[in-house]
């Protein structure tokens, strides 16, 4: 009799696992969506610092000028993939609109007069650190999950590793166009500065120069897009809709469980901790089962050759 174990909710829509409070309606709907001119759009997999480059960008486009609160973020971000007339939304705290999904770009979509922001994350700290949300907030029904029971989810069902390759691999494929901006996560955590520095160019050239004209604008940036601030302003209130289960966050804000900070560590290597030899050698057979559609994993080979040796030493251990 097999063991059934325990797995993070998420809702089917096209055969594939999305948010559970994805409306299956809108999604469908914005799937005709059509950038405009001018609007900047950010793809990226969960837990890629999304909320990161977000927050980024916005301080470039304000000069400066950092949001109050959460709720203000709403006034400047829209998602593609939840938001009802998303294409009719205009923002009323920055000059251009900017909107995010989850959902990989199609060549055919883009826009050459729209800006797209492109920020990957490697696999391995990926699934650390999607664990660790899914275990925090309640609509994953998956609070008391153990990480060997993500790590089978991961592996094996279209959120995880699967629908990471697909979003990753069609920001990698398009890395090279003159509206594309491309950075990893990795880079983003040891340059800030000069990660800064080159999506204020990306954004257009007079925010470049504020910057370079202006080394206190500049370092402003980068203490206020710090994972030590952001994770007292990114605080959201945990709703609950009507009929739907209580929501709340198992690790809370200051002892209140109604409240998530959506930043947590902003650290590189935390898979270190997590991930025995034998789940390393497992998500290194599906690296290379993948093959070409894969060929974007080069973006951390230094991580990946530490990843490939010490999943050898359970192979070493066990024919001694």
Same mark, same amino acid.
């Given at each position: ?241 009507? +009929? +739907? ?23 590189? +290597? ?51």
């Amino acid at each position: 009799m097999s063991v059934v174990t325990k797995r993070p909710f998420f809702k089917v829509v096209d055969g594939v696992q999305r948010c559970q409070n994805l409306s299956i309606d809108i999604f469908e709907e914005n799937k005709k969506f059509k950038s405009r001119d001018g609007d900047i759009v950010q793809c990226s997999y969960p837990m890629c610092g999304t909320y990161w480059m977000n927050y980024i960008t916005i301080l470039i486009l304000r000069r400066g000028e950092p949001l109050s609160c959460a709720n203000e973020l709403n006034r400047c971000v829209r998602s593609i993939d939840h938001v009802k007339n998303v294409h009719l939304w205009e923002p009323d705290l920055l000059p251009k609109r900017m909107l995010i999904t989850r959902v990989a770009l199609r060549p055919e979509a883009i826009n050459p007069a729209a800006k797209y922001i492109c920020i990957p994350r490697n696999p391995w700290d990926v699934g650390v650190s999607f664990y660790h949300r899914a275990t925090d907030l309640s609509p994953y029904r998956f609070q008391d999950g153990t990480f060997d029971e993500f790590f089978e989810s991961f592996m094996e069902d279209s959120f995880g590793l699967r629908g990471y390759i697909d979003v990753v691999r069609a920001g990698y494929a398009l890395r090279k166009e003159p509206n594309v901006f491309f950075v990893t996560y990795e880079e983003l955590k040891t340059d800030t500065r000069g990660v800064v520095l080159r999506l204020a160019g990306f954004l257009g050239p007079t925010y470049r120069e504020d910057l370079e004209n202006d080394e206190s604008l500049l370092q402003k940036i980068v203490n206020l897009s710090s994972a030590e601030v952001m994770r007292d302003l990114m605080v959201v209130g945990m709703r609950q809709k009507e +009929g +739907g289960d209580i929501v709340n966050s198992r690790s809370g804000y200051k002892g209140d469980n109604k409240k998530f900070s959506v930043g947590r560590r902003a650290a590189v +290597g935390q898979w270190k901790e997590y991930l025995t030899p034998e789940k390393l050698a497992r998500i290194e057979a599906k690296i290379e089962e993948a093959g070409e559609e894969a060929s974007f994993i080069q973006l951390w080979n230094g991580i990946r050759a530490e990843a490939f040796a010490a999943s050898k030493h359970s192979f070493d251990y066990a024919c001694c």
